[in-house]
């Protein structure tokens, strides 16, 4: 019975999409010429289905929506489609009305205010049969995992690929699963949004109480906090992370091409402003996100900075461990040309020419990985340059770090970037271009270079490479500037945040 309940509610919104739209273009029709009964009809039965539980804020969303449709057709002299589409709008108008009669006379406050302890992370951006660990996805697993130390039930909204990457990462997940397929390419970002809409009536049967934790500002990880928030307002606290606002000028975002950034700007900004309208807690994860995000209009008293931090006595008893360092530098990123890529392979070609046995060792995934380990064959660097792919096991991870002498990040974008953190605590000095979002957090605690400069780039980690006493002072600064950034009292804080707006 529970599952028959979940395909009819599956059903009932693209068929009363579909009447809603066959009512206006076929109106002779016996069907669609009564689409105003049958739009009621599906309405009331969906409330039937939902066992009377359903916030009259989704019928008053959707009336919204068709009076500017309304108004939309009006200004084009379209009179029978905008008449038409202000009656539907009425028509939802007396169905919430109603909704709000049957709960107020069958339901007792008890039934709607019930809050569990369970947080339900939405992680759309997960892709691929092995996936790559992204800060964004570094972050939200610390965070599950110290929740859970808490109390909290973990739930994930995500593609297949996303629960095998908290389960590879050591956190345990009730999961939603939005797809099985393990395409990794930048058009699986279009149809996971489009899933993301045809989910939405199960996923308001399996989670109706606790908070939702869009893991990105981007539309297809707020929607569902956003939905779950209208049909839930007094069981559902909303929280969004907000990690980087790209250049509206999105032609200008360097290393990416045009159309890719047209859609990522598009969808990041959406998301932002439908989070900022409607979350209970807005977190960027740097001032300078804050300060961007403040420039556009979309900072409100739900606002909070918030940090990212590493898990400080594992690294320390990793160090323990592992002493010999066995190769000169290591890079952990996505293997995207904006993660610098490419820059990486050429800066340490310009090494290679002072330090002919130079070791790099390139942790990660990303769907530039083929043509990069393309240009390190063409450039014969086979003997210098090691792809690992990704590595899941925590300690693994850390034994790279800790035997490579230096870490590496030419990267074109970045807000906090955790991995940073983490080569700090790990003992091994940090290399990067000179990013406003990185100075910020970090300080003169790791080494800048000019942004796009791969030969200055080289000719620094030649030089820290060869200066004992430099190399020495820039461990300890960075051991001790982490100190800072531990995930217990980060994780402790955020949460506090989220339960308190409630």
């Known amino acids: ?39 009621f009809v599906l309405s009331l039965l969906y409330i039937f289905l939902k066992k009377f539980r359903v916030s009259s804020n989704l019928f008053f969303l959707f009336a919204l929506v068709l009076l500017l449709l309304s108004t939309f057709f009006f200004v084009l002299n379209k ?27 069958f339901l007792t406050s008890d039934d709607e205010t019930g809050y569990e302890k369970k947080v339900l992370f939405v992680a759309n951006a997960i892709v691929g049969a092995d996936p790559g660990v992204s800060g964004g996805e570094s972050r939200f697993i610390e965070l599950g995992k110290q929740w859970q130390k808490a109390g909290y039930e973990v739930h994930l909204l995500a593609a297949e690929s996303g629960v095998k990457l908290c389960k590879k990462m050591g956190m345990d997940v009730f999961p939603h699963v939005l797809s099985k397929s393990d395409k990794d390419n930048r058009f699986e970002f279009i149809i996971r949004t489009l899933q993301v809409f045809l989910y939405l009536p199960k996923l308001s049967e399996e989670y109706q109480s606790g908070i939702v934790y869009s893991t990105s500002e981007q539309f297809y990880d707020v929607l569902p906090g956003i939905f779950l928030k209208i049909m839930y307002p007094r069981t559902i606290a909303f929280a969004s992370a907000v990690h980087w606002l790209p250049p509206i ?9 045009w159309y890719n950034s047209l859609l990522f700007m598009l969808s990041e900004r959406a998301g932002l402003i439908l989070a900022y ?12 996100t804050y300060d961007d995000m403040k420039k556009e209009g979309l900072v409100n008293k739900n606002t ?7 898990n400080l006595d594992e690294i320390t008893e990793f160090r323990s461990k592992y002493i010999k360092k066995e190769n000169h530098g290591v890079f952990m990123k996505r293997i995207q040309a904006v993660k610098g890529i490419f820059d990486l392979i050429e800066i340490w070609e310009h090494v290679v020419k002072e ?3 130079a070791q790099l060792v390139v942790i990660g995934a990303g769907i530039d990985e083929n043509q990069a380990k393309g240009m390190v064959n063409s450039k014969n660097l086979q003997s210098n340059i090691h792809f690992t792919g990704v590595i899941y096991d925590v300690e693994e991870k850390f034994k790279h770090i800790i035997q490579s002498k230096l870490f590496i990040l030419p990267s074109y974008e970045e ?9 700090m605590a790990a003992g091994v000095p940090v ?13 003169d605690s790791v080494i800048f270079v000019p942004v796009g400069n791969k030969e200055e780039f080289a000719l620094r980690i030649v030089d820290l490479l060869s200066n004992g006493e430099l190399y020495e002072k820039t461990v300890d600064k960075g051991l001790e500037y982490i100190k800072q950034y531990d995930w217990t009292s980060i994780a402790r804080d955020e949460l506090n945040i989220v339960t308190s707006g409630r």
């Open 1 to 39: 019975m529970h599952k028959l309940r979940s395909y009819l509610l599956t059903l009932l919104l693209p068929l009363s999409i579909l009447i809603l739209l066959g009512g206006a273009r076929f109106k002779y029709n016996f069907v669609f010429s009564r689409s105003y009964e049958i739009i």
């Open 304 to 310: 909070v900075i918030v940090k990212c931090g590493v």
């Open 431 to 443: 290399l990067c271009y000179d990013l406003k979002e990185l100075r910020e957090v970090w300080q």
């Open 355 to 357: 330090i002919d046995n």
């Open 249 to 257: 000028l999105f032609w200008k975002r360097k290393s990416s091409m």
């Open 415 to 423: 807000n906090w970037a955790i991995v940073i953190g983490e080569a």
């Open 277 to 288: 309208l409607s979350a209970d807690a807005l977190f960027p994860v740097s001032k300078s």
């Open 79 to 105: 009179d029978t489609y905008s008449i038409y589409y202000a009656s539907v709008a009425l028509v939802y108008l007396m169905t919430g009305a109603l909704n709000t009669f049957i709960r107020t006379i």
